[in-house]
């Protein structure tokens, strides 16, 4: 086992996803070839980390005890709400009887949905490098912690292609997928109605969707008491660590794209649909001075800044889109230290310690 320091594993950080951002620019033209040297960095990472993710303990406890259990009594077990997706995914890795292997399939599955997405959908690649590593930076690196929900998120991110393309049925298929993996992943469901026929948003639609949100988001501890038979509740109930310091970034950012919202939509007509998604994920991490798990809901709508914030050096000349490059790897280095503050005891994500076997 080894341990880097705070400026080393940030360090290690940023190359592992920058390298996977700069892979996704070469010449290659099977994408199977190109998402797999994409996603090779961030496994590697994710397989050799050890103690990494506040949760990290709990995930590996679980896998060590799937060695007792059979498909059949996973199965026999099931609850409407669990994740039962995961558990059959556990149960595999005791196969190859290792936990790195364990942990790279975790990663795998937290990667190749939405990697595979942005690889196929968004083809600037001005832009696109920077995609991946805003991606590896903020929803992968939450898989640490969270694995469940960021496996569902993944595939969130992939049901967007079908949100665009109109195609209820592949979505809802998505949705379902996701939620058998983390129940709340329903929550994105009426994402698809927010688009018309047209993959339009009107204003009213927007006003809308905001009151709704709110309503859902304030009586949530009472939802999650009753629709999902108490599942989650206790976390409704939390204060959210760290003062809740994300809040204010993400409201700046968001209130820069509202400001050129415009010009978001002339660069790319799937940007109000994105934008939209900012304003309930904000809307999630306001709730969140008071209620731990409004943010952690929230996460599956600001995976838009994922596709946002790379689009804002269109909002610059070409001379100092270079300098603003740099800006959003400081900015989202930045959210990364101030939401996930360093561990020293262990069981945060810095410092990066390892595992070889």
């Known amino acids: 086992m080894g341990q880097l320091s705070v400026i080393g594993s940030i360090a290690l950080y940023i190359s592992c996803f920058g390298l996977a951002g700069v892979l996704s620019k070469t010449n290659i033209k099977s994408k199977f070839i190109k998402l797999f040297l994409v996603i090779v960095p961030p496994?590697?990472?994710a397989t050799f980390r050890y103690n990494v993710g506040y949760d990290y303990g709990s995930y590996i406890e679980g896998y060590n005890n799937s060695f007792q259990t059979t498909y059949e009594s996973i199965i026999a077990s099931y609850k409407v709400g669990d994740p039962i997706a995961y558990y059959l995914i556990t149960k595999f890795a005791t196969t190859f009887n290792s936990e790195r292997i364990y942990l790279m399939i975790l990663a795998l599955f937290s990667l190749i949905p939405a990697v595979f997405y942005i690889l196929r959908e968004w083809k600037d690649k001005n832009i696109r490098p920077m995609i991946i590593f805003i991606y590896m930076f903020s929803p992968f690196i939450f898989s640490f912690s969270a694995c469940k929900q960021g496996i569902a998120l993944s595939i969130l991110m992939f049901s967007l292609?079908?949100?665009?393309?109109?195609?209820?049925?592949?979505?809802?298929?998505?949705?379902?997928?996701?939620?058998?993996?983390?129940?709340?992943?329903?929550?994105?469901?009426?994402?698809?109605?927010?688009?018309?026929?047209?993959?339009?948003?009107?204003?009213?639609?927007?006003?809308?969707?905001?009151?709704?949100?709110?309503?859902?988001?304030?009586?949530?501890?009472?939802?999650?008491?009753?629709?999902?038979?108490?599942?989650?509740?206790?976390?409704?109930?939390?204060?959210?660590?760290?003062?809740?310091?994300?809040?204010?970034?993400?409201?700046?950012?968001?209130?820069?794209?509202?400001?050129?919202?415009?010009?978001?939509?002339?660069?790319?007509?799937?940007?109000?649909?994105?934008?939209?998604?900012?304003?309930?994920?904000?809307l999630c991490q306001y709730l969140g001075?008071?209620?731990?798990?409004?943010?952690?809901?929230?996460?599956?709508?600001?995976?838009?800044?994922?596709?946002?914030?790379?689009?804002?050096?269109?909002?610059?000349?070409?001379?100092?889109?270079?300098?603003?490059?740099?800006?959003?790897?400081?900015y989202v280095v930045a959210i990364f230290l101030i939401s996930t503050p360093i561990a020293a005891s262990g069981m945060g994500f810095v410092p990066y310690q390892f595992k070889i076997w």
């Open 289 to 330: 001075f008071s209620n731990a798990f409004t943010k952690r809901i929230g996460e599956y709508f600001l995976m838009a800044q994922v596709f946002l914030i790379p689009q804002c050096i269109y909002l610059f000349t070409k001379d100092s889109r270079r300098i603003l490059k740099g800006f959003i790897v400081i």
């Open 43 to 45: 496994v590697i990472l």
């Open 161 to 282: 292609k079908y949100v665009y393309d109109r195609k209820l049925l592949k979505f809802t298929i998505c949705v379902v997928i996701a939620c058998l993996f983390h129940s709340t992943a329903l929550v994105f469901f009426p994402v698809y109605f927010f688009l018309n026929r047209r993959g339009n948003l009107s204003t009213i639609k927007k006003v809308l969707i905001i009151v709704v949100c709110l309503i859902i988001i304030m009586n949530l501890q009472l939802i999650l008491g009753s629709a999902l038979d108490g599942r989650y509740e206790i976390y409704a109930t939390n204060i959210v660590e760290g003062k809740n310091r994300t809040f204010w970034l993400y409201s700046l950012l968001t209130i820069i794209f509202l400001l050129f919202e415009k010009k978001f939509i002339e660069l790319d007509k799937r940007n109000e649909l994105l934008i939209m998604m900012m304003v309930i994920g904000v």
